[in-house]
């Protein structure tokens, strides 16, 4: 018997969001995106967090635990907020392939007279 832990998610054309809802497809590569980079920061916070620079006296598996948690939750809280813009990124990369037009501009963009990988012509 095996336990799905979270929803299951599918980019695929026609396909929904968590299964059985309904959603846009722009909504579920948005939502992919931010889950992405969840990953992406739980990762990087997770890597920092090891650079120990010294000892701490409180360590123990119960702060261990308590300390990803939080660390998750700032993950989360930061590519909601598009701390990093990985999601923005992944989101322009990908847009086209649902058949829309131009990617979404998040009014931080290119420079102007610059192409769209921030050359300048």
């Known amino acids: 018997m095996s336990a799905q832990i979270g929803p299951a998610y599918s980019l695929a054309p026609g396909a929904n969001g ?31 967090r090891q650079a120990k620079l010294a000892d701490n006296w409180l360590d123990s598996s119960a702060t261990d635990q308590f300390q990803e ?14 701390a990093f813009g ?7 990369q990908f847009e086209h392939q649902l058949g829309g037009g131009q990617p979404q501009s998040s009014g931080g963009g290119t420079r102007p007279g610059a192409d ?6």
């Open 69 to 82: 948690m939080a660390d998750a939750r700032l993950a989360d809280s930061m590519s909601q907020q598009g």
């Open 18 to 48: 968590p299964i059985g809802a309904q959603q846009d497809p722009r909504d579920r590569l948005r939502t992919a995106a931010q889950q992405f980079e969840a990953v992406f920061l739980r990762q990087m916070i997770g890597s920092m």
């Open 116 to 121: 769209s990988n921030g050359a300048r012509s």
């Open 86 to 92: 990985i999601a923005q990124m992944l989101i322009s």
